[in-house]
């Protein structure tokens, strides 16, 4: 009806405006828009056009924050609701556990007692983090700078060795002693793996087949327990380390026997902790079949990166060889990137300071000087080890659960780095004896569980670096119990701001120069100070104090 109005007002010669809704649409753009529509009309503004395309990029970078925070903040209330429906349904199901017609006194009760542990890690078909994040450029780029560095320190150490020697210099005499005696490191592995194979695996079906007809159930476990114990205390514990000793294997090939001789015992401690409750249930329930898992799933749990035990994990559909080579190249990458940390930045440094008297500039020097190495070290460790090594060995056995790590360089707390360094152990860990020590104890004593595993991990960690290097000195024990415990409670979950996390990365980088610094020095000192005759005690002592003393 507005348009023939205002056809009508054409025809009479009216000069009047019609407001038809175009018109009155564009008499409600803005006055850029109608600017750049009439220079359309004819031969188009660019630089009209360039000032609005930086004026619609401006608006878009103000509004990007605000979308960016309301994003998380709507991810944050959909994962606490998870949480909250989780929490809802366990009660439902423990609840459902009790009859309504209950006392009180009765469910009270019941609340109360101690869940035993059996449920403990649920596994879940999930990517590596890393793996995921490298497919954003901006991170794929830092990865290419690690690449470039590494290139840097091969030009470096050939140009060197070619203005010393006149001549490109391509030995690799460092990992030929580090590696050294092979043959005896597979033939103790092979040994261990085939033990671990065969005597935790007939034990338990032994035990758990003679459990259900025994009349002395105590005795009867009592003695295949003692028997396992025996099995991981001398067969596992003392035979591989005595082999690492008495045929003086170097430094790396001791650490692959020993880091072996741990996994196996953690291993077979698992295979037996969820598989004993298993039978003690069928047998309370007097079911006519025995839970005994196959020896299959066993030798699969052997091989498969995780130590919690379970008869069946969740399976990727095929395996892909190329990103199993991609994997195995990584780590031999990371290998050869160590070798030219120590020749280039190691080496050279301790070889001239351990001939040096002691004193407190050089030892501050020293420590300062050591962290660039060691926390390159560090993320070398962190990225062959947890990421390429575990990834490699989950591909080929389509093994889908790959968070062996979480994001544990956001972390704010030592407690968040503690729990995503390391998920694979720190799951054992935490089932295994934390959770198990409060099972036992109560629930009360969650400090003195705390302290234990802290004290289980400290003397782990310092009985690998003792075996291997071939001397007792505990700096990482010390560093672990004494400002690892501290930072635990200081540094706890309620710190949440980017200031915690800047704490927590200098600490870091300070313990990583400490812990080369130091042992380096005590390394380099038992070479320059040998002993003759050396006793029990001489082997106990830090040599590079009374070594400095004497130079």
């Avoid at 000032?51 to 959909?78: C, G, Y």
């Avoid at 926390?375 to 460790?381: A, P, T």
């Avoid at 980017?498 to 070479?527: D, H, K």
């Amino acid at each position: 009806m507005a348009g023939e109005d205002c056809v009508r007002k054409r025809r009479s010669g009216s000069t009047t405006t019609c407001k038809t809704p175009d018109n009155e649409e564009m008499q409600r753009r803005p006055e850029s828009e109608r600017s750049f529509q009439n220079s359309s009309n004819g031969r188009v503004d660019v630089d009209h056009v360039i000032t609005r395309k930086m004026q619609l990029i401006a608006e878009a970078e103000q509004l990007k924050p605000a979308f960016m925070k309301e994003v998380d903040s709507h991810f944050t209330e959909f994962v606490n609701s998870l949480v909250a429906k989780s929490v809802l349904l366990d009660s439902s199901s423990s609840a459902s556990l009790f009859p309504a017609s209950c006392s009180e006194k009765e469910l009270h009760k019941a609340k109360t007692l101690r869940a035993p542990p059996e449920h403990g890690k649920i596994f879940t078909a999930r990517r590596s983090l890393l793996d995921e994040l490298f497919e954003v450029s901006h991170i794929r780029t830092i990865y290419h700078m690690f690449i470039a560095l590494l290139i840097v320190f091969i030009l470096s150490t050939l140009l060197v060795d070619f203005i010393d020697e006149g001549r490109l210099v391509l030995g690799f005499d460092l990992l030929v002693f580090v590696f050294g005696k092979f043959p005896v490191v597979f033939c103790t592995w092979l040994c261990m793996f085939c033990a671990t194979v065969i005597i935790p695996y007939n034990l338990f079906v032994w035990w758990a087949q003679g459990y259900c007809s025994s009349s002395h159930r105590v005795l009867h476990s009592l003695f295949y327990g003692m028997l396992f114990t025996l099995f991981q205390t001398a067969g596992l514990g003392f035979g591989p380390t005595y082999i690492a000793v008495s045929y003086a294997l170097p430094p790396a090939s001791r650490f692959i026997v020993i880091l072996e001789q741990v996994r196996l015992v953690m291993k077979a401690h698992s295979f037996v902790r969820e598989n004993v409750p298993r039978v003690l249930s069928s047998v309370k329930d007097k079911s006519s079949t025995v839970p005994i898992p196959r020896i299959s799933q066993y030798l699969y749990f052997l091989f498969a990166p995780t130590l919690i035990y379970r008869d069946n994990y969740p399976r990727n559909p095929m395996i892909r060889w190329g990103y199993v080579a991609t994997k195995f190249a990584q780590v031999l990458g990371s290998l050869f990137y160590a070798y030219y940390i120590f020749v280039r930045l190691c080496i050279p440094q301790f070889r001239n300071s351990s001939q040096e008297t002691f004193s407190l500039r050089g030892l501050v020097l020293c420590i300062f000087n050591s962290i660039l190495p060691g926390v390159l070290i560090l993320f070398l460790v962190f990225f062959a080890f947890l990421h390429c090594w575990l990834n490699a060995f989950a591909e080929m056995l389509r093994f889908a659960d790959r968070m062996f790590y979480k994001d544990w360089w956001n972390s704010t707390s030592y407690a968040n780095y503690y729990r995503t360094w390391n998920v694979v152990v720190h799951d054992w860990l935490y089932y295994y004896a934390y959770r198990d020590f409060l099972w036992f104890f109560g629930k009360k004593f969650k400090a003195a569980a705390m302290l234990s595993v802290f004290t289980v991990s400290a003397a782990v960690h310092e009985y690998v670096l003792s075996i291997c290097f071939g001397y007792f000195y505990p700096v990482l024990f010390c560093l672990f119990m004494c400002f690892g415990m501290v930072f635990n409670f200081i540094l706890n979950d309620r710190r949440k701001g980017p200031i915690w996390n800047v704490i927590m990365w200098t600490s870091l980088f300070l313990g990583q120069g400490v812990i080369i610094c130091l042992y380096s020095q005590e390394w380099y000192a038992r070479q320059y100070c040998p002993m003759e005759n050396p006793t029990f005690l001489d082997y106990l002592k830090p040599r590079s104090w009374s070594c400095h003393m004497k130079m």
